[in-house]
Structures are given as C-alpha cells and as structure tokens.
C-alpha cells in the first residue's frame, strides 16, 4: 500500500510503498479516506528536538483519519458490534488500560500511551490497524468530517472541562483547535466567546465558528477589552491555545477572580508564572489538557455533531492528495491555513 | 398603596388599601412594576391543605416581581451598590445565613426560609421591602421580563444541575417551567431536547422554546419513542415538571442506565417506587429542586438572558392589572395560560 | 475440576466435577483460592423470582473470589502486566466497552453487563476463567481479604459517592455491606457515623467497624436520636444497605435539607415515596449504586487496605469448604453471619 | 483598651492603648481571648513590599483570634442566633456579597474583600468588631483552639479540594498550615501522606500530625522517593506549602499523571514554568488557595475538631502575652516556632 513514511532521522517524509498491517485478534484493519495534517506532524517533518526525541524511523506518520473497515480480527468480530464496511474513524491514543491514569477515567495519561503515527505506524497510509475497543462508527457523519474529530475532540476536551452555559470564555489562538473550541462554547451556552489570534485570517475564522469578538493583540489592549465587555473584572474561562508566554500572560491577566484556564496550547519554551500575584490570590484552577477523555468527550463530539450543535467545516480551508504533503507542510508552517485534509 | 391580600381563611384574595411597609436597615423599598403570577399563587387562591396549613393571614400575595428602588435603608445605602431608581428584580427566599445549609451553599434550603408572599407580605402590591442582599440589578432587562426571573431561575436550576451539552435532555411537563427550562437546555448544548405534555397548546409553546420532538402521553408510547430517537437505552437527563406519579413512572424508563433526573414538579399524593428497578440497578442520579442556587443560578440567568441565549417571551401568554387576579387564576387553573403577569 | 453448579431450576446447588473452563485470547485462567457468599447466591439458591427469572441452569455460581493465576491467553500474555502465580481477585462484572455507559466512565452499568456466577460460569469452582482487563494483583493482600473485595467495593463506591469528610453519615442496615461501608467513611474523615439495624449481633459488628453510635429501629426513636446527635436538622448523608421500605422512609427522615442518601440494599417490593415532602422541598441528591466503579472504587480500595485505613476481618465470621455451601446458606438466610468465605 | 498597632510606615509595631472599637447594626464587639500570629505578621511588622503597598497606618493588626461576644448591635441581635457571652471565632475576610465571585459561592476571592488586621483594624487587641455573618460560634472548642481556625482553615481548605480518600497526598512545606494539612489529609483517609521540610524540628512536628514519612530536600532525593513509595508514577495529590520555586519544581516532578497540585504558599519572587511538560503532557489539574470557602470549609473544620478526627494541639509551640509581640515574631522570622499564640 502507499503511505507517508519518515524514513530516517532528517526532515521531510516519503510517499512510498509499504506492507499493509497485519491485524492481531482484537484489531481492526481500515481503508483510510481522509486524514487530518496536525501541528504535530509539522514538527515531525521539520525533525525538532521533540521529534528526533521521540520517534523511531521508520514510521508511518498521521494520526487524524477516518475510513472503512475492511477486516476484523477474531476477537474484535466476537464483540459483534462492528463490521466489515462501516465507516469509522479512531481515538488515537492506544493505552494499557492497568495503570493508575486508566483505572482512575484519566486513560488520556496513560503512563504507557502509544499514540499511531508517532510511536506506532500511523494513518497517512491506504490502511491502518486499530484496536477494536478505540474505533467509533460515524454513521451519517463523511470520513472528511470523522478526520478531524481527534482535533475537533481536544477542542471539546478544552472547552467542556468547567462551566460553560452562562459564563463568558476567552479563546487565546485561533488555529484550527481554537476556532472548533469557539464553536463547541457557542454551542455549550456561553454567554459570550471572546478570541484573540494575530492573524486576520484566523480572526475572520473564530467569528465564522462563532466567536462575538475577536482582538488583535498586535493592536487591541486585550486584557482592558476583555473585563469591559465581561462587565465584571474578567472572564470566567479562558481557553489557553496559542502555547506562547505571551498568551499564558494574557490569560492569567483576563481570567476573573475564582476562574478557571485550560491549557492546550504547547510551548516551545518555559513562561515566568507569579504564582502569588497570578494564581493564588485570584484563586484560580488550571488544568492541562492531553488528548480526549477516553471516551467521554467523542460521546459529547458526536451528540454534538449530531444534533447539529456543531459544524466544523469553516474550520477545513485546504484538502490534497498524499502527494502534496509538502505543499500542505508549507501552508501550515505559514499560518496560512485552518484545517488542511489528505483525501487517500 | 393597594395590594392583593388574603384577608382571612378561604377561598379567594381582596385588593385594598394597606399601609406601604417600612424598611429596616439592611432593606429596599421597591416600586413593584411588574409581578409573575405562579401555580402556588392558585394554590392559596384556593385555600389547599398546603396553603392553609401554611400561611397566616392577613398576608400580601405575590413572590414573583420587578421594579425600581424607591428607598434604601442605612446599611443598603452602606453597600454603596443600588441606588434609587435602579430597576431590579430579587429573590424571595430570606434565609438565616447560619444554618448548615446556608454554610455550605445551600441557602435555597435553609432551615428557617422565610418566602415573600407566603411567610411574609409579597409583591402583589404597589410596594415592597427586600433586603438588599436578595435584590439584582436588571440593567437593560425590562420588568416585564425580571418579574418572571423567579420561576426561570426555577428552570435553570432544573436544567442546569447535570452536564447537558452533548447530552439529550426530556422535559416532562411543559407549564411555564417546563417551557422556560426547554429554552435553558437548548441554549447549554443538549444534542436533542424532547417534550411531552397532553395540551397541544402547551406543546406548541414547548416547540416555540425549542423543543425538537415533542410527545403526547396520551396518544404517543412516549418511553419508545424517547428511546429510539436517543440512539441509546434512554435519554442523558430528564427534568421532571409534571408533578405527577406518571410523569414520575415515566421518568424512570425513559433516562437511561446512569442518567440522572432532576424533579421539579410537586405531586399532591405520593407515587409507588420499585428503587431496586428504578433507581438501583440503573445506577440513576436523582435531585430535587427546590428555589434557586443563591446566587448561582441568578448569575447564570442573567448571563444567557444578557447573551442573548434564551428569550422567555414566547411563554409569556397573558398580562392583567391588579384587578384582573380572579381572571388570571381561572386561566392558570384551566391550563389555557402560559405565564401570566400583572402590570402594577 | 469441582464446582458448585446449579444444575436445574429449583432450590439447592450441586457440587461436582465439570470441565475445567478453557480461555479465550484476552483470558486468564486462575485457581480460586477463597470466595465469599453473598445475599445473591442465596437468592440463586432459594431459586426465588429474580434468580428463576435471570439465570439460565447449568451454571457454576459464585462471583467474589481471589486466587492465583495458572495461565494466560495470547493477548492476555502480551500486556506484560500479569504472569501465572500472580495472586489475584477480580471484578466480576464483563462489560462491553462500547456502549453509553461505558463510553462515558460509567461502564458498573454496561448495557451488556455479564456477571459471573449468574450470567456465565462463576467462582465456587476450582478454576475459572477471567478477561485480563478485570483482573488485579493482590500484592501483600491475603486471597481471603482479596475475595471479599467485591461487596467491600460496593461499600467503597457507596460511602466515598459524595462528600465524607466532616460530615455526617448514618448507615441504615450493617450486614456485611453496610459495615464495610461503615469502616470506609470512618476511613474517610465522617465526623460522626451512626448505625442501625434490628440485630444485635450486626450492631456489635457495626461498633467494631467503628460505628460512633447504634441505634435498635425496634427499641430507639432513630430519627430523632439522629437528628439530636447530629446538631442539625439531620445527617449529611445516609448509606440505606437494608433494602426495606421501612429504611427507605428512615433515611428520607433523617437525612438533612440538601443532603445525600445513597441506595444500595435491594427491595422485593415498592415503596411510597412523597417526592414534594421528601426529596423536591428538602433538596436532596439521591444515587442508586451499582456494582463498583470500574475501577476507581477498587483503585480506592486497593489504596485504603494497603495504607492500613481499612480492616475488614472483624466482618468475617464463617469459612466453609465447598462442601459445606448448605449450612453457610442456612447461616446468610437466619442473619446469623456476618460476611461467610469458601475455602476452596 | 490595649491593642498591637502599625502607627507608621516602617519596621515594628506598637502596643498602646486606643478607643473601643464601635459596632453597626450587623456587628458583634468580641472580647479577644486568644489570637494567632501568622507569617502575614511578620511581613506587616517587617513593612516588606507587600505590607508597605497595602496597609494604611495606623491600623490594629492580627486577623486569627477568638474571644466572647460583649455587645450585639439591632440587626445582629435580631438574627436570635447569637448571644452576649458566647465563645466565638470568625472569618477575617470581610466581604460584599454582590460581585461575581460572591454570588458564585466564591466568596473567598471577593472582589471587594476587607481582611481585619490589614485593611481594617484587627485583632491583636482587647476587642474588635466584626459582622455577625463572620461569627461561629464555638461551642466545647476552647478559644486558643478557636484561635487557630482561620490557618487551619487555610489547611482544610487546600487539602480537601480534591479528592483525598484512597489517594496518596504529599506535603511541601511543614510550617503550620502545611502541619495542619497533613492532620486533615490524614483524617480524610489519605492512603500515604509524604512531608518534606528542610528543619528537622518541623518534620518531627509533621510526623506529629500524622505524616507516614517525611524528608529532607538538602539530603533527599524526595521525587523519586515519593514514586517508589506511591508505587506509581507519582503522588495522586501535592499541597504546596512551601511557597518557593524549588518547591514548585518539586510539586510538578512529584505528582503523578492526572494529578492534582494546590498552591497555597505564596511565593516572593516568579517561578519559571514549563507549561508543556509539567501541565498538559501530564494532564494536571492546578488550583490556588485564597483564604477559606465561606462557609464550607468552616463547617468541615468544626466537624473534624468535634468529631476527634484532627487535634491541631502539636502544632502549637509557644504562647505570649501582648508584651512578647517581639519575641514571637522573631521566632516565626527564625522557622523556630510552630504556631505561635498571644493570650490577650
């Protein structure tokens, strides 16, 4: 079969012929359709310190993706809950369910996680193996839709832990996650979404998934806009998604006494935190979040999505063959795109 | 100043002339503008077993209302936060502040709540005294809308105890409440709101709120149906505002295993429970709901009223003045009215 | 191998010798080493409406057990997590991973819940065979204890199911379940824990578990007593393990405005229940039990044994070899035992 | 009467003697008793950077005490909840009621918060005025217990925000507040609980109140004891107490994946954070500690002090009248003291 291989330590991957996966009994193999570029392999392409750390070539690499299924193992086809044809897409994570994190609902933190197209063989590929207990069938909903559920899903993650309907949230980044998350507070009830991205693209983005006011920190005294227009002296929650200082900065500076941040945005870099002035004395809660809960937040995706709550398609600007990965590579590292899709 | 009095034990209530009340320290005088009239006010038009076990005449009527400070007291002066002329709406229960309850935020069930209307003179009058703590600013919210907060604060208590974006929610009952708490669900992301009542008038304003199906029990298998559309075992949350042992019957079968109902609707008689089918081997999350959180849900309520989520108007079918109480409680007792307010 | 089997419809149990189970890919086959008897298996016995109604003859009975591991599956093997010798217990609840409940952290009520002993073949037998993703390692925890912690769990799950610490806790009915429960709010910071139940000899248990007060329902006003003792309106939260109509309006009685009351003990019959006065005007939270949390509760319990906060020998009152099922039986049935094992 | 006073800008303060404070409406006059000095002391005697910018002398200082109640004004006696005579203790925030935070159940980040002893006079006197909501009274608790509350609180609150039954808890920092932490997390059912501190005389305090094991930093690897000794990746909960960056690395290196960390010491100077490897990647949930949940936290302390579960008494060291203000707070300065108690 053809897939995007990284081949060996360097930049760049390869379009090349591979064995397609053997499946063991609890797997199922699936024909993929469509497959979501991520930041992630951004920095898997470009080779950077947390690749070349992480990854052992070669390995096929994608880990967004939707498909058919083709053929099940003996065990997966016992549960005789899926089968050969339904469309599917995959929670990524690939997780022991023994350790602590998993016997406590926490299976996101998996001490032992393997996440497909990082540790294992991924989805940009004609097929991929997955176990039977990770695979969701997607009924009505098409493969480019199912796609982008696992950056869709960190979006729900983000934005449904704390109290949405009837609070006021704040997007910090409008890529791809930032502006599904703008669509699943809208959704949720928040009383009002407010976004910040740099770029007018992105901004023009967030108000079509809903945001009622985007700012240009460029330009815009975020914070002092921010507790005006909250009408009390900041937002109840802040969703943390551009992974800068600077964005951990303003939300610390726009969250109201007693409110919440969640953190999804990864740095580069660390950020100097007065943890007194900050956290303490504003009695905030923080979280971090990885990945989805296993498997709460696709049941709330998929309500969602079906009761027509959500839609992410503004999100999706760009879709190309395997072979224009590297066009799709360059648009990303520009900041030119919003969701970019291989159609396999 | 006139007021609609129960003068004595019986049936029916007087509109007459009685001295405006005098404020105490922490009070307001509030200028009544509009008031809400509520199935309790039937309750003690009719004298029940309830009301007359309760209430010591004489009393002023009337818990739901709106209007502007008239005068302040020495310590809601202190507060520096209301001034005369703000148009405000307030809370009706007057709670200790010291009991357990109150100390665990939970003073919607102190123990020594005092109810305006009920335990002490109400708002079916020109004037009334509230303490400054139970009042809130409407801001740019008209009274004709802040005099029926009480009975929507009900509603997003109901709705909002339990997680309901991405969850299909079944409202059972669809009176002012019911309507009122269709609208809170749709706007904090339920995948699928259902309905059922026996008036088809009462389903029209349920569909007006935002209800995506809803049923008539006595025509439609209401269980199946709710379970079908679900996609599941039954739906994620029930709001039970009939106040009946078949709505109660009802709400067992249609929420599914681990969903949670939320009770609302006052029985007058007790219904049968088989808890080992019902509620144990379902593993079911039940609350009961009595006022509003203090402040919670006033906070929420005025956030999506504010953000533009929920728009109560719909439910609003009827106004009087004063005058006209006899005629409003014969349209509330025949179910042809939605909610009905009185213009003082 | 030997086993305890309920051949045929109608009372009794046989013991004698069946095949040893074989195992599947995810399997592991353990020798049984300890069992417990539980209120369950009497029902089986005495063949009474739910037994008759839900198993399906032949069928070795039995669901709480520990033991050791003698072999391991393909896949089982592959985990690297578990090896033969292992001394182990296990959750007898097999679920199926992908409905509603399980998809959300509610998989104790799985759509398709199988439960050994009763759907499928079960522990009072010398081997059995066991999904590895329910078993657990014991470590310095003797089998005798590791096969009680099946209803131990139930007393887990109910007792730490709301806040414990410096509250109140009143455990209505103390065979084996209740006082376990007792043990675990002690365990877990109740302030005062009180106890009922019409027998002496369980109230003796209770006290050993740590119970700070007994009450006799046939001798003490228990309300009132609880109500005093409490310094409040009522307890903060009632454990109701009796499973009696008469405990059921104890527990809406002595539980205070805006407390809990969690359900355990399963009625043969109803009760009537007044939702106004009882739940909906006192604000209660209500919470049917189900099993134990997979696997929180035994996260929870596996860390209050080992940390030395839990003892539960002083439950244990009888041991019997299998032959001796008949008179453990007889024992359970009179209430003259506290929790009964097989040693096997 | 006598009172420790700030007259001016600069190090020290000043016993002297200055009018009775008068009470409003709402207030009690407490005859002081007892009164807890705090590092807060310390940092007003020193006039460090914080106190200079806050404090506006001259102002009576001490903000923890407990005392009689000499005098009621109108609306406090009114409430029939409180008597001439009685033993009580009080919280020291003084708050609005109105702001967000405060109608949220967020109290204790009130907006527009007055702390006694630093923004209004305080309670290093013979009397003080305080709001009748701020009183509790005290019951069988004697008042150099009653005294200590509002740290212990401080403790109470930090350790029970989050679960702590069944799980381990690790402490940094063994001055009071973390000592009365360790008290409360071991009540709470703490399978394990860890203290580190770099004074011998304050982890031999800490294993006083209950710590299982405790370590030195300057000596200790403390982050690999704490996992080899929790058995997983980490501790399930950290309690910052320490409030020093090495502390804070400490905290994120020890918590394991899906944990929780509560701030409560508060840092001079920033920390520098590495948002994505020791937030999101290990799926933390952060929270930072302001005072005391009001009321919830002080009901939960009173239940644990009336139910035997927490005797702070260890933690006590030294006692001084008014005249030993100088010798206290070099004690405190020294790390020679535990609590630290003025007899006034």
Request: net charge neutral; proline share 4%.
């Amino acid at each position: 079969m053809k897939a995007l291989v990284k081949e060996t330590a360097g930049v760049g991957m390869t379009l090349k012929d591979v064995p397609t996966p053997k499946i063991g009994a609890n797997d199922v193999l699936i024909r993929v359709r469509h497959a979501g570029v991520c930041g992630t392999d951004l920095h898997i392409w470009e080779w950077d310190a947390w690749a070349s750390g992480r990854l052992k070539p070669p390995v096929v690499i994608g880990h967004e993706f939707a498909g058919e299924i083709a053929e099940l193992g003996v065990e997966a086809k016992a549960t005789g809950l899926v089968s050969v044809g339904d469309k599917v897409t995959a929670e990524g994570h690939i997780i022991c369910g023994h350790c602590r994190p998993c016997r406590t609902g926490q299976g996101h933190v998996c001490e032992r996680t393997q996440i497909i197209g990082v540790d294992r063989d991924g989805a940009f590929a004609e097929y991929i193996a997955m176990p039977v207990s990770n695979v969701m069938k997607l009924g009505n909903i098409p493969t480019d839709i199912g796609a982008i559920m696992d950056p869709m899903g960190n979006a729900v993650h983000t934005a449904l832990e704390g109290m949405v309907a009837g609070n006021t949230v704040f997007v910090i980044g409008c890529g791809p996650i930032g502006c599904f998350a703008i669509g699943v507070a809208k959704a949720a009830g928040a009383s009002k979404v407010f976004a910040s991205d740099f770029s007018e693209g992105r901004r023009e983005l967030a108000r079509k998934m809903g945001a009622d006011v985007t700012f240009d920190p460029a330009k815009d005294d975020v914070v002092a806009k921010v507790r005006e227009l909250s009408g009390t002296n900041g937002v109840d929650m802040v969703l943390e998604m551009s992974g800068h200082p600077a964005g951990h900065a303003t939300a610390f500076d726009a969250v109201r006494l007693g409110g919440r941040i969640n953190f999804l945005g990864t740095p580069a870099k660390s950020t100097d935190v007065n943890f007194a002035k900050s956290i303490i004395f504003k009695g905030l809660t923080l979280y971090g979040v990885t990945g989805r809960k296993m498997y709460t937040t696709w049941e709330e995706m998929f309500a969602l999505l079906r009761g027509g709550k959500l839609d992410p398609r503004p999100v999706v600007t760009h879709r190309f063959p395997m072979e224009g990965m590297a066009e799709a590579i360059e648009l990303i590292k520009n900041g030119k795109a919003g969701k970019v899709i291989l159609e396999i």
